[in-house]
C-alpha cells in the first residue's frame, strides 16, 4: 500500500521555467519529509527536508511548499536548468525515532534548452 | 563527508545462484538499510539494521536476507536468486543522533538474474 503518492510522473520544462512536483500523504504521524534528487547512474542524495511545523522552507532555487491540513507537499524548483534534469524523490518519516523512509515513486525532470 | 559504498556496480548471477551484496559505511552509523529500485515503483525498502546483529524487514523482505556483523557492514543476501530479483540495489545509512533522519545513499548496484 502507497502511503506517499508523487505526481507527475514525467516532467518537461523549460529552461528558466519553474519546475513544480507534488506529494501527498494519508498518515498523519509523518514528522519529516525530505526531497532526495537522483542523476542517472548515482544514488540518491538529499536535496531539502522540512518538518510539519513549518509551511514553506527554501533553500537557493529550491523551495518545499507543506499543506499540513490537506496532507501534501511540494518541491519548487525556480529558474530551472539543464542541470537539474534528473528524478526527484519525496519521502516521509513515520515518528521520531523510525528510521524508515517511505519514499514516492519518482518524477523524472528534463529540463530543456 | 559520508561515503557509502557498495562492493559491485553490476552484477550478473544466474537463476537459482546464492547472491551476496556488500555495503559498507564509513561514518559510524547506527542505521543501515537496502532498497530496490525498479522504474515507476520508485524506492522499496528491503531489510534495516539500526544495530550490529539486528534487522527488521522493512515492504518488500520476501526472497532475502541480511546480515550485520559489523557496525559498517550490512550485507544483503539472495538465498536463491530468480529472475524477478533484476533490479538496482541501493544501500543507505543513517545517524539519527549525529545527523538526524537524512539517509546518505551508496551508488547502487545493478543486479541481472538470467
Known amino acids: 500500500q502507497q502511503q506517499v503518492k508523487q505526481s507527475p510522473q514525467s516532467l518537461i520544462v523549460q529552461k528558466g521555467g519553474i519546475s513544480i512536483i507534488n506529494c501527498a500523504y494519508e498518515?498523519?504521524?509523518?514528522?519529516?519529509f525530505p526531497w532526495y534528487q537522483q542523476f542517472p547512474g548515482k544514488g540518491p542524495a538529499l536535496l531539502i527536508a522540512?518538518?510539519?511545523?513549518?509551511s514553506e522552507k527554501k533553500e537557493g532555487r529550491f523551495t518545499i511548499s507543506f499543506n499540513k491540513s490537506a496532507k501534501q507537499f511540494s518541491l519548487h524548483i525556480m529558474d530551472s536548468q539543464p542541470g537539474d534534469s534528473a528524478t526527484y524523490f519525496c519521502a516521509a518519516r513515520g515518528r521520531a525515532g523510525s528510521y524508515q523512509l517511505t519514499f514516492g515513486k519518482g518524477t523524472k525532470l528534463s529540463v530543456i534548452p | 563527508d559520508v561515503k557509502v559504498t557498495q562492493s559491485s556496480r553490476y552484477l550478473v548471477k544466474r537463476t537459482g545462484e546464492k547472491v551476496f551484496l556488500e555495503c559498507v559505511q564509513d561514518m559510524d552509523h547506527e542505521n543501515m538499510f537496502w532498497y530496490r529500485q525498479d522504474p515507476g515503483l520508485g524506492l522499496r525498502l528491503i531489510y534495516f539494521s539500526y544495530d550490529v546483529k539486528m534487522k527488521e524487514k522493512g515492504d518488500i523482505p520476501e526472497g532475502y536476507s541480511v546480515s550485520r556483523e559489523k557496525k559498517e557492514r550490512f550485507s544483503l543476501i539472495l538465498e536463491s536468486a530468480s529472475t524477478n530479483q533484476t533490479s538496482m540495489y541501493l544501500c543507505?545509512?543513517?545517524?539519527?543522533?549525529?545527523?538526524?533522519?537524512?539517509?546518505?545513499f551508496g551508488p547502487g548496484t545493478r543486479l541481472t538474474v538470467t
Open positions: 543507505a545509512s543513517s545517524s539519527e543522533a549525529r545527523r538526524g533522519p537524512e539517509q546518505y
Open positions: 498518515n498523519t504521524a509523518f514528522d519529516y
Open positions: 522540512i518538518r510539519p511545523d513549518v
